[in-house]
């Protein structure tokens, strides 16, 4: 993935915390796979007239998750936006049709390797738009932390 194409994808997204842009631009911080991956995630978003907000890519990650997870580049966590305004959420318990649908849009994505759903997006209805294959290694769609958020990993080869 070429910088400039980095660059274009940040320039697509809504971050809370400095450090996920600079994850993204840095080719030493983040992988290929995972800047294909969130195209693909912001393409959706755009089918859906929505913004995606980053809450933690790699830097600002809290936990260890080992070397095909954040700590190695390859996933971000974040959420659906009605604008480019951090705070300006998407429900996403069911009740709002765009949620689901940008999750199937992700889904689709040939550079999917993870979806977990956090918090309030853990429902049937966004378990119901991605693919959960949790007797495979790695899992597809999972519930994640208690925290509301989307986890979002790449293929990793
Ligand atoms: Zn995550």
Not at 87 to 102: I, L, P, Q, T
Not at 103 to 112: H, I, K, Q, T, V
Not at 134 to 154: A, E, K, N, Q, W
Request: glycine residues 10%; negative net charge; aromatic residues 6%.
């Amino acid at each position: 993935m070429s910088a400039e194409a980095r660059a274009a994808l940040t320039e697509r997204l809504v971050y809370r915390n400095e450090s996920d842009k600079l994850d993204l631009l840095d080719e030493n911080l983040t992988q290929t796979f995972l800047i294909a991956f969130l195209i693909d995630i912001a393409d959706a978003a755009d089918a859906v007239g929505c913004k995606v907000l980053l809450t933690a890519v790699r830097s600002d990650h809290p936990t260890v998750d080992g070397p095909h997870g954040h700590n190695g580049g390859f996933a971000a966590d974040g959420w659906l936006l009605n604008s480019a305004k951090d705070g300006d959420y998407v429900s996403g318990d069911g009740s709002d049709e765009r949620f689901a649908k940008w999750l199937a849009g992700m889904d689709a994505s040939p550079y999917r390797r993870q979806i977990g759903l956090g918090g309030e997006a853990h429902n049937d209805k966004n378990l119901a738009a991605i693919t959960v294959q949790l007797d495979r290694d790695p899992i597809t769609g999972f519930l994640d932390s208690s925290v509301d958020h989307v986890h979002m990993g790449s293929t990793i080869a």
